[in-house]
């Protein structure tokens, strides 16, 4: 048994890093990163100097599962150690990394040229979705650092198989690979998909497997909202954040090369842990050992009166045996009644999943060993297909009934469940998601011919004359007349629909979210209804969504949450009033079959998987910093109140923290960010601050870390890091002593500093105003406005690099822009609508300027003229491969043969001719005609513009 660690909760929240994310809240709104306390604690737990080496976050759904793993897989990348991440949401990893330049793969101009190119390819799709694709499929080159592998892919190269995985393949193990994984970061998305039902297990063994033979040596992050899918599998995830180790040595000794009735037992003698002795009679685990093996292992946080989130309702009536869910209950028709009777006593061959969706006037004569898929694919089935206005349609490998079977007069002969989903969805308002867990016979596929043959056409579908308004709800025919007569204000719109399910390309799934969650779709006007299968369960979200039918039962009452939370998450309704933001939700049973029993037996495990949870959530290492037991208020389908493990926190833990690996690990970095924030805030508010008032007001101020945390220490030396200086008994005034606000103390002897001086004049109110009154009236004002040491600066940078640019200065120049570091010129970004407070600092690849009454802001990216060459160095004699680049290669509307494009050649083998031909548009003139000293002016006139376009200051005239 692994050995309980009593004090690993105990020790942790007393620590100064920990401490202040107790009721820590972001200050900083719109589109800029900041991570939030439950993501800032996972870096902080997993940091690959820490002893902590298996760690599950249960997060509820939309609470930033993703961002958090990635702020934990940058700390190891930093150092150079590899990260893996097993999931199936690889585009949702590479998303959320392209999203936020601060977590460095892109520049804010990138972003903003990824941004702008996905509109125009929503609305243009003809002329720039190629240049999106092109442009985001090179953003995506640069993520380096991760290895991405999904469940089955992972599993097929640790046992060098190839296809599907069964236990009797567990014979060629790749050590190599398990090699490489040594000091490595594992992160597993979704774990519960680690024990699937195709494969019970087989992914879950090839991941243990690999923790277990190298034990300590690697860290591994488990990531899910419900990581029990079936309560059985809480002894698989207690195995997980065990931590065994095997000498790989050894290892290799005992398998290598022998057959697989050596090789599978002591593959599996490796994976396996022994819990029997822990287990009661009937199979459950001991309160006590699940406390000990996992405490202080998770960390948990769900939905709790989120005012991001929107709200949720159950529509319907209670069924005995179930609690928290409401049904709507469907009565079925004679017909249809009749039909399923039938098939209860087994006279008819149909699967018990679909005929509790829909039953079929099916032949009597039918074979009973044939399914009804098999059947629509005789030559009967046609013929019969015709007696009952059916047609039978191919799509992808499924045959797909449609016609006028389907009308609503219709269908409601054969499924009362389908009827009433028709009769919701023409007399509701607002976007709809359809879920269904099954993608053919009477899955999704069904569904969209159903709503398409009663008037709600698809995404690409041309309106037909019974087509339904998306205003009115009228048919395209009566609409016409409705025009004329009633209300000629509204103009056709016709109601669509889309479809999502596994079967389609990860492009088009990509795609129809986009569409569906577009802002401008977020009433629904271009795209209504969503309908979707167990596809869309897990790492995706519908926006906006205001009705949540579900019409077939998932597997499991873990897997019926993840699709509620594909619908309330952060932010999801976003695009609409707060009166709207709410979530209707109507789960479908057909009563008088068997349905209800299936919900009833599923729920039953879910008794026993919410006990299993309210033991590891009073055990989970933040239970007392996000104080999760006191906002459970009662029992709900998410979570059971419970009582945290261990102490909380006093206020004695707040003025006396341990602050040992808070500043062993750098973590006071984050607190000295948000300080330099925050003070730069405050001076906005107020000019004039005594030390000790300016400390007690930063404490109360929002941020993360909490400001409540901050010494009067961090704040003084984060305030000389800003260039100000602390008076003990003489309070300047922001009128008289203006003169000696805004400059520093000057040594005897120039040091060149130039970011000193921009902070002192910049961050102040007074000097601020001046600046602005100056920035496009009175160039010369603005030359004024540089003290003499930084017109010392901009000499030295002249002279230095290219005299030239001093005198285009002084002509031209009305903003100074430097590249030295990231952000040298530091500078107050005023907002237009809050008082001009200061929010942050500005960054060298944006202008600013001022004009009209409010201040602008340009994207702007500093690049050399394309030289028509690119240059690369390789081998130890540093020669040159150069090729031309096509004048029109940045231009996607024009295509060309590729096969004509030069591949690339070294410099010492080309032509004369063409060498002449490079020197002279690099404007280099030599009357040496030997083809090695022609490569040696191309190369360094090639280095000399790239140093000079790399270093010093560039001037930009804005006017």
């Not at 790989?248 to 009735?261: F, M, S, T, V, Y």
């Not at 449609?402 to 308002?429: C, H």
């Not at 056409?457 to 019974?466: D, G, L, R, V």
């Not at 979570?639 to 062993?664: C, H, M, N, V, Y």
Request: proline share 3%.
């Amino acid at each position: 048994m692994y050995k309980p660690l009593p004090s690993d909760i105990t020790d942790i929240i007393k620590r100064k890093e920990f401490i202040g994310l107790k009721g820590a809240v972001s200050s900083i709104s719109g589109d800029e990163l900041e991570l939030q306390s439950h993501q800032l604690e996972l870096p902080i737990l997993l940091n690959p100097h820490s002893p902590r080496k298996r760690h599950l976050a249960k997060y509820g759904t939309g609470y930033g599962k993703t961002i958090g793993a990635i702020a934990v897989a940058l700390t190891y990348i930093k150092l150079g150690l590899p990260v893996y991440v097993i999931s199936f949401s690889r585009p949702r990893f590479e998303s959320d990394l392209l999203k936020y330049p601060e977590l460095g793969y892109v520049t804010h101009e990138e972003v903003a040229k990824r941004k702008q190119l996905y509109r125009l390819a929503h609305f243009n799709k003809g002329r720039y979705i190629g240049e999106f694709k092109r442009y985001d499929s090179s953003l995506r080159r640069k993520i380096t650092g991760f290895k991405f592998m999904g469940y089955r892919v992972f599993a097929q190269r640790v046992f060098g198989v190839v296809g599907d995985l069964t236990d009797n393949d567990f014979t060629n193990v790749n050590f190599q690979l398990i090699e490489q994984m040594r000091h490595s970061l594992v992160i597993c998305d979704e774990i519960h998909n680690m024990y699937n039902a195709h494969q019970p297990n087989s992914w879950g063994k090839a991941i243990q497997f690999v923790l277990n033979v190298l034990g300590k040596d690697v860290t591994a992050l488990f990531l899910s909202a419900t990581p029990l899918s079936n309560s059985s599998e809480i002894l698989d995830l207690i195995s997980l954040l065990m931590i065994k180790g095997e000498d790989i040595g050894e290892l290799k000794k005992l398998i290598w090369d022998k057959p697989a009735r050596i090789q599978i037992p002591i593959i599996n003698k490796i994976i396996g842990f022994d819990h029997s002795e822990y287990m009661t009679g009937d199979g459950i685990i001991e309160d006590k050992y699940i406390l000990d093996t996992m405490k202080g292992r998770l960390s948990f946080i769900t939905t709790i009166d989120d005012p991001t989130y929107p709200t949720k309702s159950f529509h319907g009536t209670s069924i005995d045996g179930v609690k928290y869910l409401k049904f709507v209950k469907t009565k079925m028709s004679e017909i249809q009644k009749k039909l399923y009777t039938d098939f209860s006593k087994g006279k008819k061959v149909l699967r018990e999943q679909y005929a509790v969706d829909m039953m079929f006037p099916l032949p009597d004569d039918i074979n009973e060993s044939m399914t009804i898929n098999d059947f629509l694919r005789t030559p009967g089935a046609k013929e019969w297909g015709t007696e009952h206005d059916i047609l039978i349609t191919q799509k992808k490998d499924h045959r797909v009934m449609t016609g006028p079977f389907l009308l609503k007069e219709n269908v409601k002969q054969y499924s009362s469940k389908y009827y009433q989903l028709l009769e919701d969805i023409l007399t509701t308002d607002g976007k709809v998601m359809v879920y269904h867990e099954l993608v053919g016979t009477t899955g999704v596929m069904l569904l969209q011919e159903l709503l398409r043959v009663n008037g709600i056409i698809n995404e690409s579908e041309p309106p037909k004359n019974n087509t339904i308004c998306f205003h009115c709800r009228k048919i395209r025919d009566d609409h016409n007349l409705h025009l004329k007569k009633d209300d000629p204000g509204c103009h056709f719109k016709p109601m669509r629909s889309m479809i999502y399910h596994g079967e389609m390309s990860v492009r088009a799934k990509t795609n129809a979210l986009n569409d569906f969650n577009s802002p401008i779709n977020a009433y629904g006007e271009h795209f209504r209804i969503l309908i979707a299968s167990q596809a869309m369960r897990e790492s995706n979200q519908a926006m906006g969504v205001q009705w949540l039918l579900i019409t077939h039962r998932p597997v499991t009452i873990p897997a019926l949450l993840q699709v509620f939370g594909r619908v309330i998450r952060t932010n999801s309704h976003i695009h609409l009033p707060k009166d709207k933001r709410h979530v209707n939700i109507k789960i479908y049973i057909t009563d008088g079959t068997v349905e209800s029993n299936g919900y009833r037996d599923k729920m039953k495990d879910y008794y026993i998987i919410q006990h299993y949870d309210e033991l590891m959530n009073s055990i989970a290492v933040d239970a007392h910093i996000f104080e999760m037991a006191k906002k459970i208020k009662k029992d709900s389908i998410y979570a059971l109140k419970f009582d945290s493990d261990g102490k909380p926190l006093t206020e004695k833990d707040f003025d006396d923290p341990d602050d040992s690996t808070f500043r062993a690990f750098e973590y006071y970095r984050m607190e000295h960010k948000t300080a330099k924030r925050l003070i730069m805030f405050a001076f906005q508010t107020r000019s004039v601050w005594k030390f000790c008032d300016l400390c007690e007001y930063i404490r109360t101020l929002d941020g993360i870390p909490n400001p409540r945390t901050f010494t009067d220490g961090c704040i003084a030396f984060v305030i000389k890091q800003l260039g100000l200086d602390i008076v003990d008994n003489y309070i300047m005034s922001d009128g008289s002593d203006i003169e000696s606000f805004i400059r520093t103390k000057i040594d005897k002897e120039i040091i060149i500093d130039i970011d000193s001086d921009m902070v002192d004049f910049m961050v102040f109110t007074e000097k601020i105003k001046k600046l602005k009154s100056n920035s496009l009236v009175d160039v010369i004002g603005i030359i004024e406005e540089y003290t003499k040491k930084e017109h010392y600066q901009i000499l030295r940078h002249a002279v230095e690099n290219q005299v030239k640019l001093i005198w285009w200065f002084y002509e031209h120049v009305t903003k100074l822009i430097t590249t030295d570091t990231e952000m040298t010129f530091i500078s107050a970004k005023l907002s237009d609508t809050t008082g001009k407070a200061f929010v942050g600092f500005l960054f060298e690849n944006a202008i600013h300027y001022y004009i009209n009454d409010k201040w602008n802001t340009l994207s702007y990216t500093r690049t050399e003229p394309d030289n028509g060459i690119v240059i690369a160095s390789y081998d130890n004699d540093m020669k040159m491969k150069i090729r031309r680049i096509d004048a029109k290669s940045d231009t996607v509307d024009v295509e060309r043969d590729r096969r004509f494009d030069m591949r690339g050649a070294i410099c010492e083998t080309r032509t004369k001719e063409s060498l002449k031909e490079i020197l002279s548009e690099l404007r280099v003139s030599t009357k040496k005609t030997t083809v090695s000293v022609i490569c040696g002016l191309i190369k360094h006139e090639l280095l000399r513009r790239e140093e000079s376009h790399q270093g010093g200051f560039l001037w930009v005239n804005i006017l």
